[in-house]
């Protein structure tokens, strides 16, 4: 017999594209429709998203993601946009204000990926932390802004058998969930093979 599925079970996820010409109608948000789709092919667990298209502007985004985490409930935050030098982009910055603790390793990775690719990878900026109330914690992340680097981050680097040459960001992503109290993800190893220890491993 399949055991229903609970709220308690289903990954709420927040998403949040930063650019100003989008939220102001100049051309279509690309973001939000290629995090959602890449969701729909990595992820086997049910979810659910909360979308918000904002502009650059660092008290918006940080409203944005207090509201996502403390009222939506979100377990997951993920943004896309606003992370480079130029002096408009301040997704990071807005994304620390409202954190309580910094997860600097998921940065770093995402730079290593796309150093493969690009060397102006050193430019960019994303941070992930978390956001941590009464009874309730987030893994907040920042992505890039085009479609593709956002896949590219997200799954890493496989050789043409599908072999990994650099782990994408979001194998770690449902350990993550796991030790702040989130609900058990699962995903689709061809496109994401999340890892856990075996001592966090659930029978199949």
Request: proline share 5%; charged share 20%; with cysteine.
């Amino acid at each position: 017999m399949m055991q229903a599925t609970t709220s308690s079970d289903i990954l709420r996820v927040g998403i949040v594209s930063v650019s100003d010409r989008a939220s102001q109608g100049v051309y279509a948000d690309q973001g939000i429709p290629a995090l959602q789709a890449w969701l729909a092919r990595a992820v086997s667990t049910p979810l659910q998203t909360v979308t918000r298209l904002i502009q650059d502007d660092a008290a918006e985004i940080s409203a944005a993601l207090i509201e996502l985490v403390d009222s939506e409930r979100c377990h997951l935050v993920l943004t896309t946009g606003g992370t480079g030098p130029a002096r408009r982009d301040v997704t990071p910055e807005a994304t620390q204000a409202v954190a309580t603790r910094d997860m600097p390793g998921f940065g770093e990775q995402m730079r290593q990926i796309s150093l493969q690719f690009v060397p102006t990878a050193i430019l960019s900026r994303q941070v992930a932390v978390l956001r941590e109330i009464e009874g309730h914690a987030a893994l907040i992340i920042n992505l890039p802004g085009q479609p593709k680097a956002i896949s590219e981050t997200l799954e890493g680097l496989k050789r043409e058998d599908g072999s990994v040459v650099v782990s994408g960001i979001f194998a770690a992503v449902p350990y993550c969930i796991d030790l702040i109290g989130g609900p058990y993800i699962e995903t689709h190893d061809a496109v994401v093979k999340g890892f856990r220890p075996k001592s966090a491993r659930r029978q199949a």
